[in-house]
């Protein structure tokens, strides 16, 4: 996922699980794998799941869905191939806010009894159904609440379109939960195949293998013969057409915005080819892009085989596309091999923000990735100040037992997890760095992993005995301890040399106007901004504004970064403009740190609550869990 959360609440993971003897292992299917192999899972405890999968996991969902708009609601069967290991008589599934009505046994639905137990706020209430020691297929039929969190509804006024209703799920951390009942912890996989029936003028498409084109009966089959986390469960159902950019890549989008995201996103294919020179083959087969309406929370969330990603990197320019690469290199961080448990988030993101820079640079070269790396260091840096150096979150292994799993997962796993890599890449050199990391993406491949397995593999296959090496990398400094080892890289940028430059001209009186910034890309503007001073007078702002166009830029960054500084110096030219994107925008790395602006002063707040009260329809589960709570 590429949230970013640098101002606020983390996202959080939960989960955990790991194969043993885990050996090269290039093929991808269960069936491929033995039951003996699969039986061979050693399972962790995840304190984000009721499932206990030592004794009773699941290995393949069958899922046969009704999506129905006017109720807001999901209904059909769950059917699972399961393992019942431990020959007990009780598997567990996790749950919030469903409505189970009945379960069945075996292929020919023998109905058997449940319980769900007490609601946990955050994990949801755990289903216990009574199975027999031979049992190898469990049916659940439910439904889901309107208000089910991973689940966003949107009216057409709120799409691209206007015409057609649209839904979308986002399933990470814990609320796969929230629309299926599941075992929804990252070390358990499955594969799944699903029925989807969808009003006949929308189309549905899933975390699998898609339809490409709108058919007339409104259902829809899928296969995803990977298996898979739980939280990689997506589905969207809307008015939506396919745009093939190449031979393995393509681009999903509401009919009014899919020429836009194929200028966009033209360059995908060449990234994919980018990634797989330097990681090894893709293994998911085809990867397209969807584009949500504006009020997908995230940046983009790397659902296999289809990332959902936001319009607000519909720049025009091409010039945000780094969070392609992004979800794209989760295809092997994350989705390949998937952190076990939420407190080995670092292991799912640190990799993959130091493949998607490492992407950036095979296509654009390495000026251009150092500015990334800069303007990472400083979210980075600013996460350190806000939770204190001394907090425990800034740690790279976490301990979320107790808490929502979408707190206390913040910048730290992205970017200190990526410095910590490239710093084990300066010590060994890149090409030994590359060598390993194909390694371990190839040893537990399709498989879950958690911080200790990830430091064994570290020790015997890269550090191996060199005391001196071990010194160098220092991982307990890096992966227990809070803040930043003093050694840590701080990277630089040439291009930004430039910036600061323009930036200290201006600062000493140089008009605006005046200022040469020619060939721009929105990162040098963004260190620009970020760089401006916090307190500015009218005649400041407006210099800036005039020679600049700031508060109409197209470029959603630009203009985050831009209206903080409105708010802090009561730039009211920037009212309007600021409005419309709150109420348009569902981002929540953007949404944050400008409502946090705004409740600062009282004024701020009462336009805060005007603006919130307003948009708050528009915004998805987890933008408002965190705004409700801010706000209130
Ligand atoms: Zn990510």
Redesign the pocket.
């Known amino acids: ?2 949230p970013y959360q640098k101002y606020l609440l983390g996202l959080g993971m939960a989960g955990s699980l790991h194969l043993t003897a885990c050996t090269t292992q290039t093929t991808t299917n269960t069936e491929t794998m033995t039951t003996a192999q699969q039986a061979q899972q050693q399972v962790s405890e995840d304190v984000h799941s009721y499932a206990e999968p030592t004794k009773a996991v699941a290995r393949h969902l069958d899922l046969d869905i009704a999506v129905n708009f006017d109720s807001k609601t999901i209904s059909g069967t769950a059917s699972y191939a399961i393992d019942n290991l431990a020959k007990g008589n009780e598997i567990i599934f996790d749950t919030r806010g469903l409505q189970i009505e009945k379960v069945f046994l075996g292929d020919n639905k023998e109905e058997t009894t449940f319980r769900l137990g007490e609601t946990d706020k955050f994990l949801g209430q755990p289903l216990y159904v009574t199975i027999k020691p031979e049992t190898n297929r469990v049916t659940i039929k439910y439904k889901t609440s309107p208000d089910a969190a991973a689940l966003q509804w949107l009216n057409p006024q709120q799409t691209a379109g206007k015409k057609h209703p649209f839904l979308f799920t986002q399933s990470q951390a814990i609320l796969a939960r929230t629309w299926i009942p599941i075992q929804d912890s990252p070390g358990i996989r499955i594969t799944y195949n699903a029925k989807v029936s969808v009003p006949k003028e929308l189309m549905a498409v899933m975390s699998a293998e898609n339809p490409m084109e709108k058919n007339d009966t409104g259902v829809y089959s899928f296969q995803m013969k990977q298996q898979i986390p739980s939280y990689l469960m997506a589905l969207s159902v809307g008015d939506m057409v396919f745009s093939e950019v190449g031979p393995q890549t393509g681009i999903y989008a509401e009919p009014a915005t899919i020429e836009a995201a194929a200028y966009e996103f033209a360059e995908m294919d060449k990234m994919l080819v980018a990634a797989e020179k330097i990681y090894g083959k893709y293994r998911w087969d085809r990867y397209d892009l969807l584009v949500l309406p504006p009020s997908f929370p995230f940046g ?1 969330m ?1 659902n296999p085989r289809l990332t959902f990603v936001t319009p607000t990197v519909l720049a025009k320019d091409r010039s945000l596309t780094s969070l392609i690469a ?2 794209l290199a ?1 295809s092997w961080s ?1 989705n390949l091999v998937t952190n076990a448990t939420w407190n080995d988030f670092w292991l ?2 640190g990799f ?2 130091y493949f998607e820079r490492r992407i950036m640079e095979e296509l654009y070269g390495k000026p251009y990735a150092d500015m990334l790396a800069v303007l990472g260091y400083q979210d980075l840096t600013n996460t350190i100040k806000e939770l204190g150096a001394e907090s425990e979150d800034t740690r790279l292994k976490l301990d979320l037992e107790g808490r929502d799993p979408d707190e206390g997962l913040t910048d730290i796993a ?1 970017e200190k997890g990526n410095l910590f890599l490239r710093h084990i890449e300066m010590a060994v050199g890149r090409e030994r760095f590359d060598e390993f990391v194909n390694k371990y993406f190839n040893t537990f491949a399709f498989q879950s992993t958690n911080t200790d397995k990830f430091l064994e593999f570290l020790r015997t296959d890269l550090i191996k005995g060199d005391t001196e090496l071990a010194e160098k990398i220092d991982i307990e400094g890096w992966v227990f301890t809070a803040g930043l080892p003093e050694d840590h890289i701080k990277p630089t940028s040439e291009r930004f040399a430039q910036v600061e430059e323009t930036y200290t001209a201006w600062k000493n009186g140089k008009p605006a106007s005046q200022l040469i910034t020619k060939d721009w890309s929105s990162h040098e503007w963004l260190h620009f901004i970020r760089m401006l001073p916090a307190n500015m007078n009218q005649q400041q702002m407006q210099d800036l504004d005039k020679a600049f166009n700031f508060t109409n830029s197209g470029n959603s960054e630009v203009l985050a970064a831009w209206f903080i500084h409105a708010i802090n110096n009561n730039y009211i030219t920037a009212d309007k403009a600021l409005e419309t994107f709150l109420t348009n925008v569902g981002r929540r790395k953007f949404l944050v740190p400008i409502y946090k602006a705004l409740a600062a002063t009282p004024e701020g707040k009462k336009k805060a609550l005007a603006i919130y009260a307003k948009a708050r329809p528009n915004y998805h589960a987890v933008s408002t869990v965190t705004l409700d709570e801010m706000l209130k």
Do not use: D
Request: proline share 0%.
């Open positions: 996922m590429k983009g790397e992004h979800e989760h994350g799912n993101e993959t923000v992205y």
